[in-house]
């Protein structure tokens, strides 16, 4: 008999719960481990196979550190409001609340099923009434602290949706989960000072550990730049236009100026002559998108206004134009030009012959009519700081510029206050009344939570009125103290407003005194490895950052940073099939015939895609546990790869898991599945075996800290290899290998360690230990082959079999920047000596 996945799962899931094996509680005595996935939002359609990647890795090494003695702390709940449910209960005609707990249900089920160790006494989800409490309790402390406040701003409008979105929510003009357009509208809606927490959120970047991808991206939402504000009068009108640059040393080299085609004075200054190219300009410009008008390869376009503006540092007269590449939204909307020594100046310049000034020494050869030099020099053609370095010149023309009131030094950020207004239902309502006198007032303390009133008709309206406005025995009310008729704030907060905080109610989630008791915060926090997908790298993140650093200088929190380590699984993909006008079709319809994909007659590409209903190419994990085991899947989405890259996913794949299981089954009970008593004994072991076990105990550990699970997965490949070959198989070698295999694969290994005598769970088992001399590796190195020829060469331990040669190969970066060139046919491994892939390019 075979390993049989479907009876011993559901058995050991059972006995966890039960025992409730993974409840945490604070312990002062034991060194603590706070592993949090980023929570998932409970759609209808149930969770794919990439889901559970970034799961399964925190799972495993939260088994990992509780077998290493660490007190660990690893929760799951549910980010249930906002648009995601709302959309969903549009589309199906269910009320948003029935739907959430409906799908939160389904979702959990799924979970469950991949005998993950969460403490589930801890589960939470957004829309708990006692979670909402906490969270418009955070924004009555931000209102309080001038950090919250009502402006009539320009908004991201979506016709759409119903409502507005933050400028981090829209790309390219069009809302980023959806597609849908977004167009701009003047609201009067409620905004968090994110901006006054600017340098801290980039200060504090450098305390942890992150990829540094993920800061850069950080570092560049908020913009920080450092130079001048500089003011340009407008010949012969009495105005002036302010440009902020971080290059004031190059003021003696603008040759014209450049206004938004949006900003205001537009229409104060051009002349009279040029008003028609002026308004067919600013009517063409008006169709483009952000990335149309600011693209490296955009075409630069523009006209002149007819008007000049007075450069302060010699009073020359510049041209000014408007033109696609200035925004209104960045900077101030005007633009000093200095073509020399900026490349879009310079396109610009050359394209409507424009001069072309040097004003910072080039190198010998290089000719500034042909290119922009933007690098560093000495300042030259510049009266007053001639011959000065950068540095030296941009200090003593600011200098310059202050003491004639024509500028200043000038701190700018790219980063905007939050637009933090919602017009919509599933959302937390905002704790404020607004009085007769047209004051605003909080909701006292003591009467949180403000839950949503019931709603049947909870569509957005089309003229951009929020749905909660049609609630009016809820809108119409009195202030809990005074008695004074007030009317409630019908706009709700957005969804990132649970999210900015849901790690600290983890640590306390039954407290109805606090947010979260002190010393549980002080012994918990920070979170020590934060795991999910990079796409959260600026929302989530930095609004979680800017709530934290307010809640730390109010003393609820005690550390700077809320996530210490961070960690982005790669994304799992799917084969699509499409045909010609990009119809997608699901795989039942597909036969491959004479090297081509057919449907009918119709040919259709294969490709690799990311996983959606709508290109048919969703893999149900339910569908992978039926036929293979939890265990098979665990292991397979840990073995395909390294944990943060994207990789194809072959059901397949997860046979070959399956296999090993069985074998990892055989090294330890005979064909009647009970314990291999003439195999399995006290004996001692080889040299070989010991050293192939104290080197397997520190590869795996090594890995399992770096999280580098698919060269783990390797090594114990090699080490069940071992075993299996073996005559006599020591018994301390033997429970080695299950104590190693529990974290990937827990519920065969709970079965073998019960089968081999232990009457306890293995959750706490300590890990194994290895003895540094025994553990020193013998490397040798092998061939990878691509279509049978040499590309490229690993090194790894001698002796490597099949699987885990193909491991080592595709954990190589490059091997997988040679695999992605194609799609991978097939793979050949010739043991101890070589892989071969075979891709199709």
């Not at 949006?262 to 998108?289: F, G, T, W």
């Not at 990335?291 to 008007?307: H, L, M, S």
């Amino acid at each position: 008999m075979a390993y049989d996945a479907g009876a011993i799962e559901p058995k050991w899931q059972d006995y966890w719960e039960r025992n409730e094996t993974f409840r945490t509680e604070m312990d002062p005595s034991k060194e603590k481990v706070y592993v949090l996935d980023m929570f998932p939002y409970p759609s209808g359609a149930g969770l794919h196979v990439g889901h559970p990647e970034g799961y399964t890795a925190t799972d495993i090494y939260c088994r990992y550190k509780r077998m290493r003695g660490y007190n660990v702390l690893h929760p799951m709940g549910w980010d249930a409001y906002g648009l995601p449910a709302e959309r969903y209960a549009m589309r199906t005609g269910i009320h948003p609340a029935v739907t959430t707990k409906k799908n939160i249900k389904t979702f959990k089920g799924q979970i469950k099923r991949l005998g993950f160790s969460y403490d589930w006494s801890r589960e939470l989800s957004t829309t708990d009434p006692d979670f909402v409490k906490w969270t418009q309790w955070i924004f009555l402390q931000l209102y309080k602290r001038g950090l919250a406040y009502q402006a009539e701003v320009a908004v991201n409008w979506c016709p759409a949706q119903g409502t507005v979105l933050a400028n981090e929510e829209v790309k390219d003009g069009r809302y980023v989960e959806t597609g849908d357009p977004v167009e701009q509208r003047l609201m009067r809606q409620w905004m968090l000072k994110i901006t006054a927490f600017a340098d801290r959120l980039l200060d504090d970047l450098e305390q942890v550990d992150w990829p540094e991808g993920i800061k850069a991206m950080q570092r560049n939402w908020i913009g920080k730049s450092e130079g001048a504000e500089i003011d340009f009068e407008i010949a012969g009108t009495g105005r002036r236009f302010t440009v902020f640059t971080t290059r004031p040393d190059t003021l003696y080299g603008a040759t014209y100026a450049v206004l938004a085609p949006e900003h205001p004075l537009v229409d104060r200054i051009m002349s009279e002559d040029r008003r028609p190219s002026v308004n067919a300009y600013r009517a063409q410009i008006a169709e483009k998108s952000e990335e149309e008008r600011t693209g490296e390869e955009a075409d630069k376009t523009g006209v002149f206004t007819g008007a000049y503006a007075v450069n302060p540092v010699n009073g020359e007269k510049l041209p000014i134009w408007i033109a696609d590449y200035v925004l209104m939204g960045y900077g101030t909307g005007a633009i000093m030009a200095v073509p020399a020594h900026d490349e879009r100046d310079h396109a610009f310049a050359r394209k409507f012959d424009l001069p072309i000034r040097e004003v910072i020494r080039s190198p010998q050869g290089h000719d500034i009519l042909e290119a922009a030099w933007t690098g560093g020099g000495v300042a030259v053609n510049s009266p007053l700081i001639e011959g000065l370095d950068v540095e030296e010149a941009k200090a003593k023309i600011i200098g310059w510029l202050e003491d004639r009131g024509a500028g200043r030094g000038k701190v700018q950020y790219r980063l905007r206050d939050w637009l933090f207004s919602r017009q919509r239902y599933w959302g937390e309502p905002f704790p404020i009344l607004h009085m007769a006198d047209g004051s605003i007032a909080p909701l006292p303390e003591d009467c949180l939570p403000l839950l949503p009133p019931e709603l049947d008709d909870y569509k957005p309206t089309p003229d951009g009125r929020p749905p909660l406005e049609r609630a009016e025995d809820w809108v119409k009310t009195t202030h809990p103290q005074s008695g004074a008729p007030a009317l409630r704030e019908t706009n709700t907060m957005p969804q990132w407003a649970g999210s900015c905080w849901y790690y600290l109610r983890f640590i306390d989630p039954k407290n109805d005194k606090m947010l979260v008791d002190p010393e549980k915060e002080k012994y918990w926090m920070p979170v020590d490895l934060y795991v999910g997908g990079a796409e959260h790298a600026v929302l989530h993140l930095l609004y979680a950052r800017f709530w934290h650093k307010v809640l730390y200088d109010i003393g609820v929190v005690s550390t700077k940073e809320p996530f210490q380590r961070l960690f982005n699984q790669g994304m799992i993909l799917a084969y699509s099939y499409r045909d010609a006008q990009g119809k997608y079709y699901s795989p039942d319809l597909v036969e491959e015939r004479g090297g081509k994909f057919l449907v009918g007659e119709t040919e259709v590409v294969r490709k690799v895609d990311k996983m959606s209903k709508s290109r048919y190419n969703v893999v149900n994990p339910d569908d992978v546990v039926a036929e293979y085991g939890a265990d098979s899947l665990r292991l397979y989405e840990m073995f395909m790869g390294p944990l943060d890259v994207t990789k194809p996913w072959q059901t397949s794949g997860v046979g070959g898991m399956k296999r090993f299981l069985s074998r990892v089954w055989r090294v330890v009970l005979n064909d009647d599945d009970v314990l291999d008593a003439e195999k399995v004994g006290e004996f001692e072991p080889s040299d070989d075996l010991l050293r192939i076990r104290h080197k397997t105990v520190r590869a795996v550990t090594e890995d399992i800290e770096a999280l580098r699970f698919n060269t783990a997965i390797a090594r114990l490949m090699e080490l069940t290899n071992a075993l299996t070959g073996a005559d006599r198989r020591p018994r301390e070698i033997v429970e080695t290998l299950v104590l190693l295999v529990a974290p990937f694969a827990p519920h065969i290994a709970e079965e073998l360690w019960a089968r081999l005598g232990h009457t306890e769970s293995l959750a706490y088992a300590p890990w194994p230990q290895f003895d540094p001399d025994l553990a020193r590796e013998d490397l040798t190195e092998y061939v990878v082959q691509i279509n049978g020829k040499v590309r490229h060469k690993v090194e790894g331990p001698a002796g490597l079999g099949k699987e885990e040669l193909l491991g080592l190969a595709r954990a190589e970066p490059r091997v997988q920047e040679l695999l992605a060139e194609g799609e991978l046919v097939k793979e050949i491994a010739v043991p101890g000596k070589l892989v071969n892939f075979v891709v199709k390019k």
